[in-house]
């Protein structure tokens, strides 16, 4: 059975910084494009970032280019989201989902789901 458990999410003041993980079982994570998303109140889920299984290449939202990092590594089945110099409006429930085309990711169509951690960005 798949699984996806994000973990990471708390309180922080702005500037500050998260790391979020994403931890995968029941699938092999070496075919699989791993997105993060965010959800914040009252808002539309939007993409934030997602790693390519096949080249590595990496996608973000322009939101949070150069301030949030992507990276896996699937011996530990595990995919991260650094988030350095977080802004309150990156507050939102984060997930992780897994997909074997990277192009779902654009469309919030990824086949598998975590349940969310929340970052919560104080001003």
């Known amino acids: 059975q798949v699984h996806l458990v994000e973990s990471g999410g708390g309180l922080v003041q702005a500037g500050g910084s998260l790391r979020l993980s994403c931890v995968t079982s029941?699938?092999?994570?070496?075919?699989?494009?791993v997105g993060w998303f965010r959800q914040a109140p009252g808002k539309a889920r939007e993409e934030v970032a997602a790693?390519?299984?096949?080249?590595?290449?990496?996608y973000y939202n322009p939101a949070v280019t150069i301030r949030f990092t992507i990276s896996r590594d699937n011996a530990e089945n595990t995919v991260w989201l650094q988030m350095n110099d977080l802004k309150p409006e990156d507050t939102g429930v984060y997930f992780c989902?897994?997909?074997?085309?990277?192009?779902?990711?654009?469309?919030?169509?990824?086949?598998?789901w975590g349940k969310g951690t929340l970052v919560n960005v104080s001003s």
């Open positions: 989902a897994a997909d074997p085309k990277v192009s779902t990711w654009f469309w919030g169509g990824m086949k598998s």
């Open positions: 029941g699938f092999n994570l070496d075919h699989y494009a």
């Open positions: 790693i390519d299984n096949n080249d590595g290449k990496l």
